[in-house]
């Protein structure tokens, strides 16, 4: 009795199509992680250009999008080889007639989760920029309405340094007293300008004058420089723009150095001005 043979069945036109269109997808969808990975790798370039990032940085910030950037191409062309080879491996398989009916899912998976994961990154790093480019954008608006508002408009070369309160002018004056009296400064006088002008008749918004130092930080800075007595003692102006944001005005610690020639030693001793205009306005 003659034993049965087993004959392979050979592979149809269709099944090496079917592979071929297969292959031809994965080629696809690697082009596109890799053209989409290029795009996202200029991004931060092109955030850098509309002003998001600091034009004077001394080195290129390009942001975390370069690294996604490079992920995505990197991606692609590990899409490109994978795919490449298990076509290879296929073509093999349908030539001998014996094709695998299951085929791994492995490559298809971990594209799918690869994508989710750095989509999710890059939706985060997204948000952060908004960020970002919302407080320069409010920064910019308020430096806007501080020029727009006064009635002599301010020269960029006057010194002053004006930062918005988050506080009303009577309790921004109130936190500053605190503020000095706990370190130590002697507050000297409040000036009330907007209540002199009530007592005369006259309408003005509320605006106080702080006139405040220490005799052990300004004595040393009139001995090398008498003219700085003209601006000391320190002054800070507590004003109200009338469209509903309070000012904390002061000279430029930076400015009075300047323009009385103080040493960079002695500009320690003014620049106190500059941490209470800052813990004044939170």
């Known amino acids: 009795m003659d034993s049965p043979t087993q004959t392979s069945q050979k592979a149809e036109a269709r099944d090496y199509l079917a592979a071929e269109r297969t292959f031809l997808a994965w080629v696809r969808t690697g082009l596109a992680l890799m053209g989409f990975g290029f795009v996202v790798a200029r991004f931060g370039l092109f955030l850098k250009q509309v002003g998001l990032f600091d034009q004077a940085s001394s080195e290129p910030s390009y942001g975390i999008s370069l690294w996604f950037g490079i992920a995505l191409i990197g991606a692609g062309v590990i899409v490109h080889l994978s795919s490449a080879w298990r076509h290879v491996r296929l073509v093999r398989e349908l030539d001998k007639g014996q094709p695998e009916c299951a085929r791994s899912l492995t490559q298809a998976v971990a594209a799918a989760l690869f994508l989710s994961l750095l989509g999710l990154a890059m939706a ?85 004058l702080l006139i405040f130092g220490n005799p052990k930080a300004g004595t040393p800075l009139m001995v090398a420089a008498p003219s700085i007595a003209i601006d000391l003692p320190l002054k800070m102006l507590v004003w109200d723009d009338g469209q509903g944001k309070v000012w904390i005005s002061y000279n430029s610690p930076d400015y009075l150095k300047q323009r009385h020639g103080l040493s960079q030693e002695l500009l320690q001793n003014i620049a106190i001005v500059e941490v209470l205009a800052v813990k004044a306005s939170e």
Do not use: C, W
Not at 132 to 144: C, P, R, V
Not at 168 to 185: A, F, H, M, P, R
């Open 124 to 208: 985060i790093y997204l948000v952060s920029v908004r960020g970002a480019a919302k407080i320069q954008s409010q920064d910019i608006k308020e430096n806007t309405m501080v020029q727009a508002t006064s009635k002599t408009p301010l020269d960029a070369n006057n010194g002053i340094i004006n930062k918005v309160s988050s506080h009303s002018v009577d309790q921004t004056v109130e936190k500053l007293k605190n503020i000095l009296q706990s370190k130590g400064i002697t507050l000297f006088a409040v000036i009330d300008h907007s209540g002199e002008a009530e007592k005369v008749g006259m309408k003005m918004l509320p605006t106080k």
